[in-house]
């Protein structure tokens, strides 16, 4: 069975602009979860989708935005780019998203915001 | 709220070594426990977890943890670190209800031979 992939895998953006970020769950799983990683701050959660609803969403501002298609692909939105947006960018997936179900995580997508 | 703590974000052991990586975590309601391993320029792939049943969580690669609630902790151990166990390790919470991960800043181990 193919594991989560992250399209794509490097990016290289400037300040000001926006980036979609792509991801492929596990083929049968129907929640995905996003989690932002860097130095300073660590793992942090995003949000998460669940058969195309956003069911839990982090403290993040409203610059960061997703969406889930019927195939339970998911993609992320990063608009107007601050420096601090650098970071790697982690997709994981899980059967239903209950809380004891393992989550599966992608390589990630490494942003880097000049 | 939900929190977790790592004890030293970087720990050394000699190659044959007892492994110990500690996790201590504060939460209102009997929690979800997991430990993950990153490898470099990789993703998260989970060691071992704990939901309920026994407290002695086996996993894979030789590692294991313990929950102990009076502690608030579940530390994870392997016997005789291997070179290949060089990684960063992140324990991570989750509870009933919510799928969401609440993860540590993570424990950077260095295997020396």
């Known amino acids: 069975k193919a594991g989560v992939t992250q399209t794509p895998r490097y990016l290289i953006k400037t300040r000001g602009q926006q980036v979609t970020l792509s991801c492929s769950p596990i083929s049968g799983h129907r929640s995905v979860s996003w989690y932002q990683q860097t130095p300073g701050q660590g793992l942090q959660f995003l949000f998460e989708y669940f058969s195309e609803t956003q069911r839990n969403k982090g403290n993040f501002p409203g610059r960061f935005s997703g969406r889930q298609f019927s195939n339970s692909r998911s993609e992320m939105n990063v608009s107007t780019l601050e420096l601090g947006d650098s970071a790697l960018y982690l997709c994981?997936?899980?059967?239903?998203?209950?809380?004891?179900?393992?989550?599966?995580f992608g390589p990630g997508t490494r942003l880097t915001v000049l | 709220a939900q929190s977790v703590t790592q004890l030293g974000s970087h720990v050394s052991v000699s190659e044959g070594a007892l492994v110990l990586l500690r996790c201590n975590y504060s939460s209102s309601v009997p929690p979800y426990l997991f430990w993950y391993v990153q490898y470099p320029n990789q993703g998260l792939q989970l060691l071992l977890k704990?939901?309920?049943?026994?407290?002695l969580v086996k996993g894979i690669n030789g590692f294991e943890a313990e929950f102990k609630k009076s502690e608030t902790s579940f530390h994870l151990t392997k016997p005789s670190a291997h070179m290949s166990d060089a990684a960063e390790y992140f324990c991570?919470?989750?509870?009933?209800?919510?799928?969401?991960?609440?993860f540590g800043k993570g424990t950077m181990l260095l295997v020396s031979p």
């Open positions: 991570a919470v989750s509870r009933s209800g919510y799928s969401t991960l609440t």
């Open positions: 704990y939901t309920t049943g026994a407290t």
């Open positions: 994981a997936s899980s059967s239903i998203g209950g809380p004891s179900d393992e989550q599966f």
